[in-house]
């Protein structure tokens, strides 16, 4: 229902904006990207976010890059930054759009008055759960808005670039491509005789077996690979039961974020000082634990997937073109 008003919103303004009077070709704008994630309140974490961009404005120099929150809760703490005197001066070197940080209708709502006739949207999320599924549906229903005139119609062509792992299960090339990008923490653990354990956000509401695909193609290239996920299954408690079974058995595990910000199930779920988070759950079953804060948005191999799945969406535009 919310976000039926809002396509109908739009709707509205591109009709009550346009009309007979009004009903000519203005020129094109500058063609635009809105990466789209969940988002993060920890400044730590922000650096995943600025080195995404900074790599995909490198690939696609043309275009004007958005940066878009789904996550209310996490969008309405920055705006409230925004005029907290004390925050600003503790942390003067962060990026005054995330003050101003908007969901994906409210940048593409931007990027529409500055009449772009392509934009992209790309998914920063890892795989197509409930977060991507919303973005994806916000997306179709803006293609489905119809004007009596093309020149009115909110934006002339938008696509939607899939996560990183895919759309579905998890196609093989996808996932493919993933553990590609992740073989140099894997061979890491490896040298280390560790075993690495990834901890991903999962969803209960999807299932997701991409996370057992990945899984089965990084232990091909290192047996001692386990993913976990934070909201569905393989909970903490059911990859130490297989890491106990684990032959020969490692002495250390080291834990790593399978998401793009090392935020807060990273900080405190994964790695706090609770009882029960995945570090303290290992600590206890005898491990070495060696947890690294640092997200996949760092890991510029990882990046490279959004960047490809960009090029991709951006390639169906110039077939149309032709």
């Known amino acids: 229902m919310r976000f039926a008003f809002l396509f109908l919103a739009l709707?509205?303004?591109?009709?009550?904006?346009?009309g007979p009077a009004q009903a000519y070709d203005r020129p094109a704008g500058k063609p635009a990207i809105v990466l789209a994630a969940f988002g993060t309140?920890?400044?730590?974490?922000?650096?995943?976010?600025?080195?995404?961009?900074?790599?995909?404005?490198?690939?696609?120099?043309?275009?004007?890059?958005?940066?878009?929150?789904?996550?209310?809760?996490?969008?309405?703490?920055?705006?409230?930054?925004?005029?907290d005197k004390k925050f600003k001066k503790d942390n003067p070197k962060i990026d005054p759009r995330y003050y101003e940080i908007g969901n994906v209708f409210t940048e593409l709502a931007k990027i529409q008055e500055r009449g772009a006739d392509?934009?992209?949207?790309?998914?920063?999320?890892?795989?197509?759960?409930?977060?991507?599924?919303?973005?994806?549906?916000?997306?179709?229903?803006?293609?489905?808005?119809?004007?009596?005139?093309?020149?009115l119609a909110p934006l002339p062509w938008i696509g939607i670039g899939a996560p990183a792992l895919?759309?579905?299960?998890?196609?093989?090339?996808?996932?493919t491509a993933a553990a590609k990008a992740l073989a140099g923490l894997v061979n890491e653990a490896k040298a280390q005789g560790a075993a690495l354990?990834?901890?991903?956000?999962?969803?209960?509401?999807?299932?997701?077996?991409?996370?057992?695909?990945?899984?089965?193609?990084?232990?091909e290239i290192y047996p001692q690979v386990y993913i976990g996920t934070v909201e569905a299954s393989p909970k903490i408690e059911e990859v130490a039961a297989e890491l106990a079974k684990a032959t020969p058995k490692p002495q250390k595990v080291i834990l790593a974020p399978l998401m793009i910000v090392a935020g807060d199930h990273a900080r405190n779920d994964m790695a706090?000082?609770?009882?029960?988070?995945?570090?303290?759950?290992?600590?206890?079953?005898?491990?070495?634990?060696?947890?690294?804060?640092?997200?996949?948005g760092l890991n510029n191999d990882w990046v490279n997937l959004y960047v490809n799945n960009l090029k991709a969406l951006e390639s169906q535009v110039i077939s149309l073109k032709k």
């Open 11 to 18: 709707a509205l303004v591109a009709l009550l904006t346009g």
């Open 41 to 83: 309140t920890e400044v730590e974490a922000l650096g995943s976010f600025d080195n995404i961009i900074s790599q995909i404005q490198k690939a696609f120099p043309n275009y004007e890059i958005h940066l878009a929150f789904t996550s209310n809760i996490i969008r309405d703490i920055w705006h409230k930054r925004a005029n």
């Open 118 to 151: 392509v934009v992209l949207v790309q998914s920063l999320h890892v795989t197509d759960g409930e977060e991507y599924g919303d973005v994806k549906n916000l997306v179709e229903a803006i293609k489905g808005i119809k004007t009596f005139q093309s020149s």
């Open 166 to 175: 895919g759309v579905g299960d998890g196609p093989t090339a996808a996932v």
């Open 197 to 219: 354990v990834l901890m991903g956000h999962g969803n209960e509401h999807i299932n997701q077996k991409a996370f057992s695909k990945l899984q089965k193609s990084l232990r």
């Open 272 to 296: 706090g000082d609770e009882d029960d988070s995945w570090a303290s759950v290992l600590k206890k079953a005898g491990y070495q634990v060696d947890s690294r804060l640092t997200g996949l």
